[in-house]
């Protein structure tokens, strides 16, 4: 069984940065295709960037292009997002989980809580 713990999330200015890290438990880390979501209370959680299972491809929604990176350690079982040029509409609930054509492929883990603001 999968299980994801998620942190790294907090309070940060406008303009700040943050790194998340997602640690993923279970066999076959390297051969999931990961992804961070996010979830802004009121609204559906939505992917925002995905990695492929090696790492060599990945994927952006428009709104966090150019200031979001998604990365993998295959060694570690970790997958980072790091976070640039926050704004406050990047407040929100960030989680990670593999992805596939059902959401969610495995049970949420906590999330980590990023609120931007001054």
């Known amino acids: 069984q999968v299980q994801l713990v998620e942190s790294g999330g907090g309070l940060v200015r406008p303009g700040g940065s943050l790194t998340l890290s997602c640690a993923v438990s279970?066999?076959?880390?390297?051969?999931?295709?990961m992804a961070w979501y996010r979830q802004v209370p009121g609204k559906e959680r939505e992917w925002i960037s995905i990695?492929?299972?090696?790492?060599?491809?990945?994927d952006y929604k428009e709104f966090v292009k150019g200031r979001f990176t998604i990365s993998r350690d295959n060694t570690k079982n970790t997958v980072t997002l790091q976070m640039n040029n926050l704004g406050p509409d990047d407040t929100a609930v960030y989680y990670c989980?593999?992805?596939?054509?059902?959401?969610?492929?495995?049970?949420w883990g906590p999330g980590t809580q990023v609120t931007v603001s001054l």
């Open positions: 279970g066999a076959a880390f390297n051969y999931r295709i």
């Open positions: 989980n593999e992805r596939r054509r059902a959401v969610p492929a495995h049970p």
């Open positions: 990695i492929s299972s090696s790492g060599d491809t990945t």
